[in-house]
């Protein structure tokens, strides 16, 4: 469906052609050729670079060899003109006829326009959100959360098999800090008086709950326990009753993983051990003495003999340390056994979507990734960075439920899944967000949601008032032809460049590149709409002409179709109607 591969295709054979004829010497590598749409589009609609790639390896000026090529592109079909600009570049317009082809395949493919096979097929593991299970999901949660859902739909958009999975970090230091502070409040559940909560627990009033349903299950008998007993079962208990809230927050903003693979399981199986091994077989663990890190003099750092990892011979900028002072494996060395787990588990290519305060792991693990899989795996790490709630540009408040952050939960009762999904998508993921309450739910073409979903309902508002007037308002194809108008033909061309930019976001892993695209095309047809109130003869709708209204009724069936199936990739449910 995208059609700059079909022409990239048409151009590799006239380049053949050009060999055969001993136009251009043979043993010429056309891999760096590309077609793309040229930066200005008042040059046309393609623009391919195989003069300019060709002309040192064929020995020929870039503009003569460009000058050949264009003689041959211009016996394509739909080829309306081709020129030969700057130093080389090829210029291809092509012709209204092709661009009416192209709202016909959308007709036909409907939602499904856009889809590719250049995933081939191919397995990815997309492992994400896997926040620590000792509160609720914060908001700041919900941005890593979507952006890494939205990229798995696109990723499956474009032909590669996607594994959603989550990484339970059940394990270590966090985990036992969860089990104390549950502990106080089961004391607190029992008529115990607890008084402050200690520096270093877990506040929030979330885990009253927990500490009331471990009561009602078990009665008194952690009481007379000493920690070392109640430590691992109230762990357990815990950990799973956060995890259940957790699921529940991700399912009110449409996001279920098909995976969850539990830390404490993996080391319990002995796999920590297993991939160490696997490393030290291969030289790649020793013993050494690291430096002090950055900021801290000798002096204030206490040098020891560690297990270490030669993760610099894989990018990393300082070998890392596998073990603790007390003989426990580092979070690093646990982070080792899971990607070893998921590259024996039949998955080569990784992608991980994490907070941005992780950048700091990013080296260490995926420089352990090619360690552990021999160079046979590829780990992709995205970053998101942090969102800033606002209501009205004002900070928003913290919740006392949560204790220190805003519950995911509260922002979807405010402003509905839809927005808040579509809003955490709209910027490049290693860019701040400013989340503002106020204009998120703005009915402007400033809020980028309201604009496109109106978009949308306008069109099927459009349809609505055609029956009154036609008794069959779908368009025969005979009738796309009297599709003329220039801003017609330029919304045409603006869904047409849809699967393009369904490959790049997906190649790129940048889905918010979309959302702009999505905009484009909302406004393209606004702007059509108002032509309409200010010119009769512009109008959707011609009770007198009912061959172009038809014709005008399937370009806005094609804008139904493309706006459909981006927000069907944002995990947003079109709109067919609003209040204006």
Known sequence: MNFFHSFRDQSIKILEGLVQKDLLPKGLEFDKITTEPPRDPAHGDLSTNAAMILARLANKNPRELGQLIAEELKTLPFVDDVSVAGPGFINITLSREFWIQELSIILEKKTGYGASSIGLGEKINLEYVSANP?????????????????????????????????????????????????????????????????????????????????????????LSKNEKEWLEPLREFAVNAMMAKIREDLELIGIVHEVFTSEAELCATGAVEEAINFLKERGLIYEGVLPPPRGKSSEEWEARVQLLFRSTQFGDDMDRSLQKADGSWTYFARDIAYHFDKFRRGYTQMINVWGADHVGSVKRVTSAVKAITEGKGYLDIILCQIVNFMEGGQPVKMSKRAGTFIEIRDVVEKVGKDAFRFMMVSRKSDAHLDFDFQKVLEKTRDNPVFYIQYAHARCHSVMRLAQEYLAQPSAPQEFLNLLIDEDEIKLIKLLAGWPRQVEIAALAREPHRLCYYLYEIAKQFHMLWNKGKDNALLRFILPQNPELTKARLAMIQGVTHVIASGLELFGVTPVEEMRE
């Open 134 to 222: 000792t509160g609720p999901m914060h908001a700041g949660h919900g941005r890593v959360a979507v952006v890494a859902d939205v990229l798995a739909n696109l990723l499956e958009k474009v032909g590669y098999r996607v594994l959603r999975e989550y990484y339970v970090n059940d394990a270590g230091g966090q985990a036992e800090t969860l089990s104390r502070s549950t502990y106080l409040r089961y004391q607190e559940a029992l008529g115990k008086e607890i008084g402050e909560i200690p520096e270093g627990y877990y506040p929030g009033d979330y885990l009253k709950e927990v500490g009331q349903a471990l009561a009602k299950r078990d009665g008194s008998q952690w």
